[in-house]
């Protein structure tokens, strides 16, 4: 059963930055595309960023676009979300979520039958 477990989640200051990481249980994490979705308070959860499997192909949000950056270590089983420049309205849960394929929308949750139980981010005014 893959199992994923987020990490680095916390309280910043507006401006600040996190750095997000999420680790893979399975040796197959290599060969699954990865993303990572926010939810905040009474919103239903959006799409942040997706990576493919070999790094080359990165996505995002147009509301974090330039500010915050995908990546991954097949090596570790890891995909980390650097996150800069960081608002207020970026508070929420994160999920990092993988998939073998990406059957629709990179963007989409149904996309992703993998999920971890998420970390709180909150950024202060």
């Known amino acids: 059963q893959v199992q994923l477990a987020e990490s680095g989640g916390g309280l910043v200051q507006a401006g600040g930055s996190l750095r997000l990481s999420c680790a893979a249980s399975?040796?197959?994490?290599?060969?699954?595309?990865m993303a990572w979705f926010r939810q905040a308070p009474g919103k239903e959860r959006e799409f942040v960023a997706a990576?493919?499997?070999?790094?080359?192909?990165?996505y995002y949000a147009d509301s974090v676009k330039d500010r915050f950056t995908i990546s991954r270590d097949n090596a570790k089983n890891t995909v980390f979300l650097q996150m800069n420049s960081l608002k207020p309205e970026d508070t929420a849960v994160y999920y990092c979520?993988?998939?073998?394929?990406?059957?629709?929308?990179?963007?989409?949750?149904?996309?992703?039958?993998?999920w971890g139980q998420g970390t709180q981010v909150t950024v202060s005014s």
């Open positions: 399975e040796r197959t994490f290599s060969s699954r595309h």
């Open positions: 990576i493919t499997w070999t790094g080359a192909n990165t």
């Open positions: 979520a993988g998939t073998e394929r990406f059957t629709r929308s990179y963007s989409y949750t149904g996309t992703y039958p993998y």
